[in-house]
């Protein structure tokens, strides 16, 4: 039901959510609808029109996908729904990453044709990481081909959690007209032209097929929920409050997934789903203290508006109204002209004016609270993943994780006279997502950039050409390649010696080098009797820690590796933190020459949907590319193959893919770590 957005709503009533799905599953028509049901909107959005609240970004409309997650605010039921629509695209995963690590609840669309696919994959694990509690919309049912059972059981055999369906579809493909609610065993049917739905007796010929589900439904809640079960027990059926609260418990400890379905571009479905947000995801009172540590300690804050201040910026934009960082509050309250502590970059900030954010339309607010998700203007120093909080209550908060790059290609303003232009372009570009570096090579001078991949940094060259007008060179992208030890060293001494008057430099070290199961790198200290001073091992860390930095092969980041400091020696006057950071440096530069190494390529999964009749083309051409074939299934005319191929090998896939099919043929890729690249190896 419509609401006015309240002014004040207690914490009870406000929903932090984000909408989570592969790309092209429909995301962002539910949110429109959601905006449009709600009142927020007096007109429907369309991806395919450009009329998007959302998606209100020039590429964005371009392409009709996702890119910047974008936050809007809408009522429902007395209750203030706080949504963040994210990007689908795995190159723009780290945008997804930020918004979870800030969100309370999700709503995961599905493709009831597709099913799961692998971003919708990647996507549910980012939400597992942070423990957000989801509930599951399988859309498209109107579509060809559309079936909600397969979706379910891809759910549960690609995600396993248990899926807990709580509608069946009236009608299928073109006849999808409506749901049957299996908890009030009503019919809602949705006619053409009219915004809501009618409440209707079941029908009859899906009576029978009804309550067979809402039996099923009974007996999947009683194994999971103890309340439900012991209700179960003692009259063989289950009433609906109880499926209700059950399904909400259910659902907040992850232990189940609500599953609902419809049509968001037919509007059929939406006004259930928002029921279902509101019954079963929590509240900002519902979760966990936040925690967080300051001076060596751990501290908790919880959800109140009374209690010290903290928040956590998690984006970061420059606008025309200016430079806008958005916070999720997790406790305290702040207004318009407050002081707040930034400890990352330990300095005040001024609070200059408090935004509710409606995409790229703002409305001004006097205060916030516990709970909110807001922007404010004046903060010069906040990144995304800056915690403030009040100046005499310090806190840091756990940051969201960010992906390493991938991809680099380098860039240059075709004028001279753009280059300071440019530099500050990137700068901007860096600062507003952490995903995207840009740094100075060394050998050549050039500014490299990079990226999650190709549409990442190719979205990030436009956007510096639209907002600068800067006309930029893009080299060919290069991939993030990474060196690793095969077979270490052992006993490898390093001694460095430096007089060149004054006070000279002396370090005695003694390393064992082994490879690491796994990536990452592992420093431990075996030195017994003290000949190593505590101060000096940490330095010695520091030291083989800055030699991470370039491999011996190709000067290449090194990951995967264990290093043992054995032993060493000082002197009583030379030896200092400066020498044994130094002889960490060379010492292990030494030793990994020493080693056997090997170049690791990254490696992606891609999932290429093309007709039958051009799948053995598809095939040679994975294979020629240094593809391995993981699966294959087959669908109504059309194959989707499975592969991992190493990154370096896709650029320009899409292109070679299309002239392959006529166009028909599509492919999606996701990070799945790194491989031994063939031939470079250094054997000692």
């Known amino acids: 039901?419509?609401?006015?957005?309240?002014?004040?709503?207690?914490?009870?009533?406000?929903?932090?959510?984000?909408?989570?799905?592969?790309?092209?599953?429909?995301?962002?028509?539910?949110?429109?609808?959601?905006?449009?049901?709600?009142?927020?909107?007096?007109?429907?959005?369309?991806?395919?029109?450009?009329?998007?609240?959302?998606?209100?970004?020039?590429q964005e409309r371009d392409r009709g996908i996702t890119i910047f997650a974008a936050a809007v605010t809408c009522a429902w039921d007395g209750h203030r729904i706080n949504l963040i629509d994210t990007p689908g695209h795995v190159d723009f995963a780290d945008e997804v990453e930020r918004s979870l690590r800030v969100l309370d609840g999700a709503i995961a669309v599905f493709d009831a044709v597709a099913?799961?696919?692998?971003?919708?994959?990647?996507?549910?694990?980012?939400a597992d990481r942070y423990g957000?509690?989801?509930?599951?919309?399988?859309?498209?049912?109107?579509?060809?081909?559309?079936?909600?059972?397969?979706?379910?059981?891809?759910?549960?055999?690609?995600?396993?959690?248990?899926?807990?369906?709580?509608?069946?579809?009236?009608?299928?493909?073109?006849?999808?007209?409506?749901?049957?609610?299996?908890?009030?065993?009503?019919?809602?049917?949705?006619?053409?032209?009219?915004?809501?739905?009618?409440?209707?007796?079941?029908?009859?010929?899906?009576?029978?097929?009804?309550?067979?589900?809402?039996?099923l439904l009974e007996e999947a809640v009683a194994e999971l929920h103890p309340g439900a079960l012991e209700e179960f027990y003692d009259g063989s059926a289950l009433s609906a409050e109880t499926l209700r609260t059950a399904l909400r418990d259910l659902t907040r400890t992850g232990e189940g997934v609500v599953v609902l379905c419809g049509s968001a571009y037919r509007n059929r479905g939406i006004e259930p789903l928002l029921d279902a947000v509101v019954a079963y995801l929590p509240s900002p009172s519902d979760v966990p203290a936040v925690r967080g540590t300051y001076g060596g300690g751990e501290q908790?804050?919880?959800?109140?508006?009374?209690?010290?201040?903290?928040?956590?910026?998690?984006?970061?934009?420059?606008?025309?109204?200016?430079?806008?960082?958005?916070?999720r509050i997790y406790s305290g309250t702040i207004e318009k002209g407050d002081t707040v502590w930034d400890p990352g970059a330990r300095r005040t900030e001024r609070i200059g004016r408090i935004l509710r954010v409606q995409a790229d339309r703002h409305e001004r607010l006097d205060r916030a609270v516990a709970g909110d998700i807001v922007a404010v203007?004046?903060?010069?120093?906040?990144?995304?993943?800056?915690?403030?909080?009040?100046?005499?209550?310090?806190?840091?908060?756990?940051?969201?994780?960010?992906?390493?790059?991938?991809?680099?290609v380098a860039v240059e303003a075709r004028r001279s006279t753009d280059t300071d232009r440019l530099t500050s372009a990137l700068a901007r570009l860096a600062e507003e997502d952490p995903s995207l570096t840009v740094r100075t090579d060394g050998e050549t001078g050039q500014t490299v950039l990079s990226g999650m991949g190709e549409?990442?940094?190719?979205?990030?060259?436009?956007?510096?050409?639209?907002?600068?007008?800067?006309?930029?060179?893009?080299?060919?992208?290069?991939?993030?390649?990474?060196?690793?030890?095969?077979?270490?060293?052992?006993?490898?001494?390093?001694?460095?010696?430096?007089?060149?008057?004054?006070?000279?430099?002396?370090?005695?070290?003694?390393?064992?080098?082994?490879?690491?199961?796994?990536?990452?790198?592992?420093?431990?200290s075996a030195v017994v009797g003290g000949r190593v001073p505590q101060e000096y091992v940490r330095s010695v860390e520091a030291g083989c820690r800055d030699a991470l930095t370039e491999g011996p092969i190709g000067g290449f980041p090194v990951t995967g590796l264990r290093v043992t400091l054995t032993d060493g020696a000082t002197h009583v006057k030379d030896s200092s933190e400066q020498a044994f950071r130094t002889a960490g440096r060379?010492?292990?530069?030494?030793?990994?020459?020493?080693?056997?190494?090997?170049?690791?390529?990254?490696?992606?999964?891609?999932?290429?949907?093309?007709?039958?009749?051009?799948?053995?083309?598809?095939?040679?051409?994975?294979?020629?590319?240094?593809?391995?074939?993981t699966g294959s299934t087959a669908r109504t005319g059309s194959a989707t193959v499975t592969a991992t191929v190493p990154l370096a090998?896709?650029?320009?896939?899409?292109?070679?893919?299309?002239?392959?099919?006529?166009?028909?043929?599509?492919?999606?890729?996701?990070?799945?770590?790194?491989?031994?690249?063939?031939?470079?190896?250094?054997?000692?």
């Open 132 to 215: 957000v509690p989801r509930i599951a919309f399988v859309n498209k049912l109107d579509r060809t081909g559309a079936d909600l059972d397969a979706a379910v059981a891809s759910i549960r055999e690609r995600l396993h959690p248990a899926p807990l369906v709580v509608q069946l579809p009236i009608g299928t493909e073109a006849g999808f007209t409506g749901v049957v609610d299996l908890l009030r065993m009503r019919a809602l049917v949705w006619t053409d032209g009219e915004d809501t739905a009618q409440e209707l007796p079941v029908p009859e010929g899906l009576l029978e097929e009804s309550r067979r589900r809402r039996r």
């Open 586 to 629: 060379l010492g292990l530069r030494e030793a990994l020459r020493a080693c056997t190494t090997v170049l690791l390529e990254p490696v992606v999964e891609v999932t290429v949907t093309v007709p039958e009749d051009a799948v053995g083309g598809v095939l040679g051409d994975l294979a020629a590319r240094r593809g391995r074939v």
């Open 1 to 58: 039901m419509r609401t006015e957005l309240p002014l004040t709503t207690p914490l009870s009533a406000v929903r932090n959510l984000g909408i989570l799905a592969h790309v092209d599953a429909g995301k962002t028509t539910v949110t429109e609808r959601f905006l449009y049901l709600t009142g927020s909107t007096h007109k429907r959005g369309e991806v395919h029109d450009g009329t998007t609240v959302t998606d209100f970004d020039p």
């Open 455 to 524: 549409l990442h940094l190719e979205v990030a060259v436009e956007k510096i050409r639209q907002a600068t007008g800067v006309e930029v060179n893009v080299g060919r992208p290069r991939v993030a390649y990474r060196e690793t030890v095969v077979r270490g060293v052992s006993g490898m001494v390093f001694r460095h010696v430096k007089q060149d008057g004054g006070a000279g430099q002396f370090a005695h070290i003694v390393l064992d080098v082994e490879p690491l199961d796994g990536p990452g790198f592992e420093f431990r």
């Open 115 to 126: 099913g799961v696919e692998p971003q919708s994959e990647s996507v549910w694990r980012q």
């Open 300 to 327: 908790e804050r919880a959800a109140d508006p009374q209690l010290p201040f903290a928040a956590l910026a998690f984006k970061v934009s420059a606008t025309a109204t200016g430079r806008l960082t958005y916070l």
């Open 377 to 408: 203007i004046g903060l010069k120093s906040a990144r995304a993943g800056s915690t403030l909080c009040a100046p005499d209550t310090p806190l840091v908060l756990e940051p969201p994780t960010v992906a390493d790059p991938v991809v680099s």
């Open 649 to 684: 090998e896709l650029f320009g896939y899409a292109t070679r893919l299309r002239s392959r099919t006529q166009g028909r043929g599509t492919f999606t890729a996701r990070p799945t770590g790194y491989a031994p690249a063939p031939g470079a190896v250094t054997v000692r």
